[in-house]
T-cell receptor, first 113, second 115 residues
Framework: QKEVEQDPGPLSVPEGAIVSLNCTYS??????FMWYRQYSRKGPELLMY????GNKEDGRFTAQVDKSSKYISLFIRDSQPSDSATYLC?????????????FGAGTRLAVHP | DTGVSQDPRHKITKRGQNVTFRCDPI?????LYWYRQTLGQGPEFLTY????????KSRLLSDRFSAERPKGSFSTLEIQRTEQGDSAMYLC?????????????FGPGTRLTVL
């Protein structure tokens, strides 16, 4: 079993839709949860991260963590064609004091006008 | 541009050849990571440097792979006797230590194709 699982999609939605992206993880010791966005032929860029359970909002993006079910989500409101990218969840185990990241497979999102 | 840069952006080589990639991190960043990303997968951790010290190597990094970060600045990743299975995107990321979770800034990657 992979430590972080993510449905690769692809996911295609119309402009303005609410998008829900999800990951599950296996290790209950994980504390930080990150979402990266990767445009085609580019490196990933950090969107936001959360600590422990709860919600965090940043503009049209909301990250949610449910530690009881080991489930993390990213919601995108009022999706735009510029949101078309691959979204990667990532978790730093932090067992050695630095941030090597464990990534999910990424979900490819297409927002069409 | 003061972001992370990688060179070359693309490399096509024949099986059995050696290749070397370079990563230039953001100048004040003391942490540097290498990842490998294959098609349809997320990046996988390869190795980590704190300044010039290589502190962790993944089991993915066979003895054909070597990485260096002389003087704690740029880093190189060399693959000897390349195999077709080495074809992937090689990503470099840098960050500044100081918080529990430091933000990693990724370069654009080097896409390696082994024929």
């Amino acid at each position: 079993q992979k430590e972080v699982e993510q449905d690769p999609g692809p996911l295609s939605v119309p402009e303005g839709a609410i998008v829900s992206l999800n990951c599950t993880y296996s290790n209950s010791a994980f504390q930080y949860f990150m979402w990266y966005r990767q445009y085609s032929r580019k490196g990933p860029e950090l969107l936001m991260y959360t600590y422990s359970s709860g919600n965090k909002e940043d503009g049209r993006f909301t990250a949610q963590v449910d530690k009881s079910s080991k489930y993390i989500s990213l919601f995108i409101r009022d999706s735009q064609p510029s949101d078309s990218a691959t979204y990667l969840c990532a978790i730093p185990p932090l067992d050695r004091g630095y941030n090597k990241l464990i990534f999910g497979a990424g979900t490819r999102l297409a927002v069409h006008p | 541009d003061t972001g992370v840069s990688q060179d070359p952006r693309h490399k096509i080589t024949k099986r059995g050849q050696n290749v070397t990639f370079r990563c230039d991190p953001i100048s004040e960043h003391n942490r540097l990571y290498w990842y490998r990303q294959t098609l349809g997968q997320g990046p996988e951790f390869l190795t980590y440097f704190q300044n010039e010290a290589q502190l962790e190597k993944s089991r993915l990094l066979s003895d054909r792979f070597s990485a260096e970060r002389p003087k704690g600045s740029f880093s190189t990743l060399e693959i000897q006797r390349t195999e077709q299975g080495d074809s992937a995107m090689y990503l470099c990321a840098s960050s500044l230590a100081g918080r529990v979770v430091d933000t990693q800034y990724f370069g654009p990657g080097t896409r390696l194709t082994v024929l």
